[in-house]
């Protein structure tokens, strides 16, 4: 191609054969200076204007979890460059932007007017959400190398960042246009349970970060079973285990995790799964008619294991200002049994006097749960429940509010999942087939592998690989990945780290979009390479 300086006069002449283009002067030559420049300046040749480079349409950034929409345009895109800024509309962003600087090794500039090579953050409250829901929507824009997010809420622009952040990992450009993007679920959860393995408050932090930065909305904390209690307690000291959380940890990752748009869900499982309790409390044990003693389980018929979990839950709900609460209610031992009336008469004794003649033990249950969320009722938290905790028929009902989390129909007299969505309630999805990970692997588990989830599971998929009725999708909330440490030795908690990156990636890939992936399975693990 001929340079355009060189076109104000051109000629193809063959040389070999080959059609060439040599450039001709006003005047003559071959390309050198003119022969006899006209000297009216009028008259002289005008420089021609430096040619405009011509960039093709951009493409979708690539992300996990992958965007919603995004509109192409034409230009460089923008990178983080030397004097670059992150500037924000509103004081409520600063958090946001200063966390953005940062990362990208850009100065923070508060609300100053936006320049060329800016970041801007802002506000827009005109797309706030009218329900009482989360707007968890942003928008990106890439144009006249400037950013600009905005969404409804603060989460929105903490999402966009993270959109961002991995768009200009390992030196590329966020692609020119616009982004649109949400969450297809607004419940995208993590679960560890810290009681059965300790896991540091460093290694809890880190993970923080990494759900952030996946837009994960939860960090589900299991802190209580039969093996350990793992935070520091005021109220009942003589319950806590030796390697435990403090409170000021506790704080720390409670600060880190608000920063990062993620709400802790606590949970202290009872009537069973309180081995430490009794540990320190023996007479709160539950025993059959001949004496055996039920693992973890109280005996619900006594008033004082009503009072030290109250204790707990009123302690904890202190520390703890998040919006959920998670109340367990799973595998109480009483329930496992052929005939728990004949077993437990003291139960069955109890039931008839509280709820009538026709009472049974699971109506003791019921009301046992029902009497602990009453307790969580002045603190405005949403409650959930595991799903082998909602029994079926008797004569106490579980409270209407009370969400499932559903983890597994292994269990004896496992309901279908389709009945708790006939019913009306809200469905969380733990599902034990494809979102445990369990240490160990005891029992029929097996570690969960991110390409499984990535191409068979969806919300949907509840209980085993059968998906509900699509006519139930509104009741989902979403889902949850869980760690569970039946074995707490079988794993460090680097291995554990390592052993999840992938399903977690997996996981928030289908909460976040609902559509069927774009991406082959080894495209998605090069992409999660690329992208952190």
């Keep these: 191609m001929i340079p355009r300086r060189l076109a104000l ?42 040619p405009t480079k011509s960039y093709p349409l951009s493409k979708a950034p690539a992300t996990i979890p992958a965007v919603g929409a995004h509109k192409p345009a034409r230009g460089p895109g923008w990178k983080p460059a030397a004097g670059g800024r992150v500037v924000v509309g509103d004081d409520d962003l600063a958090d946001e932007g200063k966390l953005l600087a940062g990362e990208l090794k850009l100065s923070y500039a508060g ?44 989460a929105g622009v903490f999402y966009g960042t993270r959109t961002l952040k991995q768009e200009v990992r390992g030196g590329r450009a966020a692609p020119e246009g616009v982004v649109r993007d949400e969450p297809a679920k607004p419940r995208r959860g993590f679960m560890i349970d810290i009681a059965r393995k300790h896991f540091d408050a460093e290694w809890i932090e880190d993970r923080v970060r990494e759900l952030g930065d996946l837009k994960y909305n939860e960090l589900g904390l299991h802190f209580s079973d039969d093996q350990a209690f793992r935070i520091e307690s005021d109220s009942h000291p003589e319950i806590v285990s030796r390697d435990h959380l403090s409170k000021a940890q506790v704080r720390r990752i409670l600060k880190l995790a608000a920063s990062r748009h993620i709400t802790v869900v606590p949970e202290i499982d009872s009537p069973g799964h309180l081995g430490t ?11 059959d008619t001949r004496g055996v003693a039920a693992r973890g389980a109280v005996d619900i018929s006594k008033p004082l294991a009503a009072e030290i979990v109250d204790d707990l ?50 109506d003791l249950a019921t009301g046992w749960l029902n009497d602990r969320a009453e307790t969580m009722r002045p603190y405005e938290r949403g409650l959930r429940a595991w799903n082998d905790g909602f029994f079926r028929g008797g004569v106490e009902k579980a409270d209407d509010d009370l969400e499932v989390a559903y983890w597994t129909g292994k269990e004896i007299g496992a309901r279908e999942p389709v009945e708790y969505l006939k019913e009306g309630r809200k469905v969380i999805n733990y599902n034990d087939e494809y979102l445990y990970y369990v240490l160990g692997q ?35 909330l ?14 460090t908690q680097e291995q554990v780290a390592r052993g999840i990156r992938m399903p977690l990636r997996a996981t928030v890939q289908k909460l976040w979009d609902a559509r069927e992936p774009g991406l082959s399975w080894k495209e998605f693990v090069k992409l999660a390479d690329r992208v952190g």
């Design 9 to 50: 006069g051109a000629a193809a002449v063959a040389v070999g054969g080959v059609a060439v283009a040599v450039a001709v002067w006003p005047g003559g030559g071959d390309g050198g200076a003119p022969a006899d420049p006209p000297s009216d300046s009028k008259s002289a040749v005008s420089p021609t204007p430096a």
């Design 111 to 154: 609300d100053a007017k936006p320049r060329e090579g800016d970041v801007e953050l802002a506000l827009d409250p005109d797309r706030a959400d009218a329900s009482a829901g989360r707007n968890e929507s942003y928008t990106l824009s890439v144009k006249g190398r400037r950013v600009k997010i905005t969404a409804p809420e603060e």
């Design 277 to 287: 309790v009794i540990a320190a409390h023996p007479s709160l044990q539950l025993r």
């Design 313 to 362: 839950l009123e302690e904890y709900a202190d520390l703890f200002p998040g919006r959920y609460w998670h109340l367990g209610a799973d595998e109480y031992r009483a329930l496992t049994v052929a005939n728990p009336e004949a077993s437990y008469p003291q139960l069955a004794a109890a039931a008839r006097e509280k709820y009538g003649s026709d009472a049974r033990v699971q």
């Design 442 to 476: 005891p029992n029929t588990f097996r570690y969960p592998t991110g390409q499984r989830i990535y191409e068979q599971w969806t919300p949907l998929v509840i209980r085993g690989t059968k998906p509900v009725a699509a006519k139930y999708d509104d009741r989902i």
């Design 478 to 491: 979403g889902g949850s990945f869980a760690v569970w440490c039946d074995l707490a030795n079988s794993q």
